[in-house]
């Protein structure tokens, strides 16, 4: 940024040539209405050009910036032209003068946007710095000459001049966050250090916020926020300059003001006109360093000049919406609410638009700014929908901008209720503290029982939450451990809804954003459970498309929920399934937008098209398939063909123990090399490396050691091998120094001991990603944790080879990935304990012997090859006539299509939430 400041003479003749600018325009109508460029006076290092022309007579319109020298300083110094250059880019001007009183030179930018000199000025007869004030009609005349070309320069090309939201553009926001974050996180570093009191609050802070900003450290985010804050607190205070006159004390802010004066003058702004949550004190804002606080005194003495106060309001409201959409860009983290899914959500959930709509985790406003807009457009006046909507936040961070997204000047007057407040603890009645905007004076409105909750929820995992902060408590929500219908384990966004209907009146909406982890946890069983005891779940709604916060690791769902007066859900009671296609960068371009895709969701319906697919489910028929091993997220497909297979279908646990690959946690002992001789009696094959598995068949590469038999035993039968290999570990501690025998002890089992019975026969990887396989050991082995295991109940008659085509046919494919959870990394979650207790295959009894020979024997070519990626796998001949084989053998030819789409589009849709 800029290098030097300016002298005590530059000063004095800077603000003469300023007074002469604006007496010289101001007897003429022409192209340059007035200067500006106090804010140089007050010294230090400048951010913005010494004197700054205006373009119309409400200072809207920035036409150029000059930058003033003493005549020792030659117009072509590198120095001086680079500063010059910098300050223009800076406010995204297209040209600047450069004026050593001798001579002057105006630089324009070239297409390619490159500055040069276009016109030059002078030399006249001044040399020396006592020149310039003996000299004065000399460098006025020069001046007049400037001006007189300059309007006819401004005049001839309208399009020069930059609007004022344009001034504020996204790269100034973007430097003062690069140039001085480093700085004023080291500031914020050294606070941290020696206050206890401010480490825990920067600790609680960061608790909640961390997983927004995954680049940052907590003082680099910390000190983000605040500079991005006092940039808005400047530029809001003088937005409320044409409405409230007292905001016209932000002027007096330089660069000189301290930071407590500062604050004194927004308190008394706050005081008198309200806005509490943009001007209160932030966490870290007094540690703000010397230098950040002189630039951001210099960035108000910019907008002092531009002289907000006669600016027309509907500019300045699209300054206000173009500044906030900045400074949400920048802050809001990776979670913030893209504005397509806040619109769809809006229109998805509110019943009745006239009601009272809260957003109780509102963030940066987006939801609330959305229904606000809305609102409007459907006739309702704007200080009425401002009365219809309140928005609460824990932190005051994001309130600032939630508070500058609905403060429309058209709507000046009438009370925000926006609130600080944990989203826990809303109750309807509860007293809410308020500002009468029209007298300053504290109001005191009861929280209404609302008509609908709109919310895009936080992301806080449960480790987050539950991770005892410095000082030993848990972060501000120990009140949500205390609920007994909820797993401990929840992500709070659970906790959240399960507290709502505290706020809502009978009947209300709900329409939430929030991780689909729900969909695949044991604590979201719980969750589903309570959730159907208060509400009528409407709408489940994902992308089958890019993830919609696509930097984050997080797959979305929305949710509309409707209260229910009965505890009791009928069984008929329906649920859309609801998969949207389309990438959310489109919604809005395509024909119907977003409103037509709100309303097939509303209605449940998808037109013709292909961006939406419904499938609608009653309750009894969501618990049909859940008995049935299938997981939520496999309920957004068109599981029509269940109906005709489920005859032929059984658990899987008829004829397995399912588990975990085994593992006994000390591999030195389990894996003895060959070397150590074991007798053969004490090994069995064991598969350690299954990432390389690409056939359907799968051959042990090393020995476990395998042994139950007592030492006592073992001595008395003379196995003197094993005996060594265990005697070898007796006395070895683990990795954090606890003696093998007793790390390793488990009931009913030796501590050296794997126990044959949990050698498998078939397996399927925990994690399948492009192929979906099971494989079939050549011979019974153990497998590593990668994998689960299908061991054959002892006892049980089976035909391996029988069963092992089946698992292995396209409706086996589908069982499997139906049965899993697709974080967002691509690959799915499969669990061993949900496998056991639902996994369903197709029951091999069904088949007479012929038909199961052809089954086999179509199964055979696939065996010899090795599996592809799922779509290739369903395009290859042999799996299709193996398909086939399998369906006729049972009798379901005509739900095999069906069942390859489904499969297909399960698969791609996990695929497509993939980063
Ligand atoms: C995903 S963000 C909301 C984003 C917002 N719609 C936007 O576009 O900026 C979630 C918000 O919940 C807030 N939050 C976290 N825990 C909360 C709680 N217990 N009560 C209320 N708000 C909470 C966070 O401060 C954050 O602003």
């Not at 500062?262 to 007094?286: H, N, P, S, Y």
């Not at 609908?452 to 408590?473: K, M, Q, Y």
């Amino acid at each position: 940024m800029a290098k030097a400041g300016i002298t005590s003479n530059e000063r004095s003749w800077t603000i003469d040539v300023i007074s002469e600018i604006n007496t010289y325009s101001s007897k003429r109508r022409r192209a340059i209405h007035r200067a500006g460029g106090e804010h140089t006076i007050s010294g230090g290092q400048a951010l913005f050009p010494d004197v700054l022309l205006f373009g119309d007579p409400e200072g809207a319109l920035v036409l150029q910036g000059w930058e003033l020298k003493m005549p020792d300083t030659p117009v072509g110094d590198p120095d001086l032209l680079a500063n010059a250059m910098a300050k223009a880019e800076r406010l995204g001007l297209k040209s600047f003068l450069v004026w050593n009183v001798r001579e002057a030179v105006l630089h324009c930018r070239t297409d390619e946007g490159h500055f040069l000199p276009s016109l030059q000025y002078g030399p006249i007869d001044i040399t020396t710095r006592q020149d310039v004030s003996r000299g004065k009609e000399q460098w006025l005349g020069l001046l007049y000459k400037i001006l007189a070309d300059l309007n006819d320069f401004f005049e001839k090309r309208p399009q020069v001049g930059i609007a004022l939201p344009d001034v504020l553009q996204d790269s100034l926001f973007a430097e003062f966050l690069t140039v001085f974050t480093p700085s004023y996180a080291a500031s914020l570093d050294s606070a941290r250090r020696k206050k206890s009191q401010f480490r825990a609050e920067v600790d609680i802070w960061w608790a909640a916020n961390r997983q927004d900003h995954p680049e940052l450290n907590a003082t680099q985010a910390l000190a983000r926020g605040n500079i991005l804050n006092w940039l808005n607190k400047f530029i809001f205070a003088h937005c409320l300059k044409p409405f409230r006159t007292e905001a016209l004390q932000i002027d007096s802010i330089t660069t000189e003001t301290t930071v407590s004066q500062a604050q004194r003058v927004l308190g008394v702004i706050t005081e008198k006109c309200d806005f509490m949550a943009v001007f209160q004190t932030m966490l870290g804002q007094e540690y703000v360093d010397p230098k950040t606080w002189r630039s951001l005194g210099d960035f108000n003495l910019l907008l002092a000049n531009a002289r907000l106060e006669a600016v027309a309001p509907p500019l300045l409201a699209r300054t206000l919406a173009a500044v906030v959409d900045r400074a949400r860009r920048k802050t809001a983290g990776q979670f913030a609410t893209p504005l397509p899914l806040a619109e769809l959500l809006a229109r998805i959930t509110v019943e009745d638009i006239n009601g009272i709509i809260l957003d109780p985790c509102c963030g940066t406003g987006t939801i609330i700014r959305t229904v606000y807009d809305w609102k409007c457009q459907e006739a309702i006046e704007p200080c009425d929908a401002v009365g219809q909507i309140w928005a609460s936040d824990k932190f005051t961070f994001p309130l600032q901008l939630a508070t500058m997204a609905l403060a429309n000047p058209a709507a000046i007057g009438v009370p925000l209720r926006i609130f600080c407040c944990d989203a826990l603890e809303l109750t309807a009645g509860r007293p809410i503290r308020l500002t009468d905007p029209n007298t300053g004076r504290p109001i005191t409105a009861k929280l209404p029982a609302v008509d609908c909750i709109v919310s895009n929820l936080p992301f806080v995992r449960f480790e987050t939450l539950g991770r005892p902060h410095a000082g030993g408590e848990k972060l501000g929500v120990n009140q949500a451990f205390e609920e007994p219908d909820l797993d401990s384990k929840s992500d709070l966004f659970a906790h959240l809804i399960n507290s709502f209907p505290k706020v809502l009146r009978a009947g209300a909406r709900v329409g939430v954003i929030v991780a689909n982890s729900w969909m695949g946890t044991q604590w979201g069983l719980q969750f589903r459970r309570q959730l159907d005891r208060n509400f009528h779940l409407r709408s489940v709604i994902a992308s089958a498309s890019v993830r919609w916060f696509s930097p984050a690791a997080v797959v979305a769902n929305i949710l509309v929920l409707e209260q229910r007066d009965s505890q009791k859900a009928s069984e008929e009671e329906e649920t859309n399934f609801i998969s949207i296609s389309e990438p959310m960068e489109q919604w809005e371009q395509s024909s119907g937008g977003i409103k037509e895709l709100a309303s097939q969701i509303v209605l449940g319906k998808a037109s013709s098209g292909n961006r939406l697919q419904i499938h609608s489910l009653a309750k009894r028929q969501t618990t049909e398939l859940e008995s049935l091993g299938l997981q939520w997220t496999a309920l957004f497909a068109d599981l029509g063909f269940i109906q005709i297979v489920k005859p032929f279908l059984i658990p899987a646990k008829a004829y397995f123990n399912i588990n975990h690959g085994e593992r006994r946690g000390w591999d030195d002992l389990f894996f003895p090399p060959s070397e150590a001789q074991i007798e053969p009696q004490f090994t069995r094959p064991v598969l350690k490396n299954s990432r390389q598995l690409r056939k359907l068949t799968a051959t042990a590469d090393a020995k476990a050691f395998c042994c139950s038999l007592s030492l006592d035993e073992l001595g008395k039968q003379g196995c003197r091998a094993a005996l060594k290999w265990i005697k070898r570990f007796e006395h070895q501690v683990n990795d954090v120094g606890r003696p093998l025998p007793d790390a390793l002890h488990r009931p009913n089992c030796r501590w050296y001991e794997m126990k044959p019975s949990t050698m498998a026969d078939l397996a399927i990887s925990l994690n399948p990603d492009s192929r979906l396989c099971v494989f079939r050991l050549a011979e019974r082995a153990f497998v590593n944790q990668r994998l689960i295991r299908f061991t054959v109940r002892s006892k049980t008659r089976v035909d391996m080879d029988l069963l092992h085509a089946l698992m292995n046919s396209s409706l086996g494919m589908f069982f499997i990935e139906a049965s899993g959870f697709g974080r967002g990394l691509g690959v799915l979650d499969l669990n061993a304990t949900k496998l056991a207790k639902g996994f369903h295959i197709l029951n091999p009894d069904n088949l007479d012997a012929p038909a199961a020979a052809n089954v086999k024997h179509a199964f055979a070519t696939l065996l010899q090859r090795e599996a592809d990626e799922l779509p290739q796998e369903l395009a290859r001949a042999d799996r299709q006539a193996f398909d086939a084989c399998v369906a006729k053998a049972f009798g379901f030819s005509e739900a095999e299509p069906q069942i390859r789409s489904t499969l297909e589009f399960l698969y791609k849709m996990r695929k497509a939430a993939r980063p």
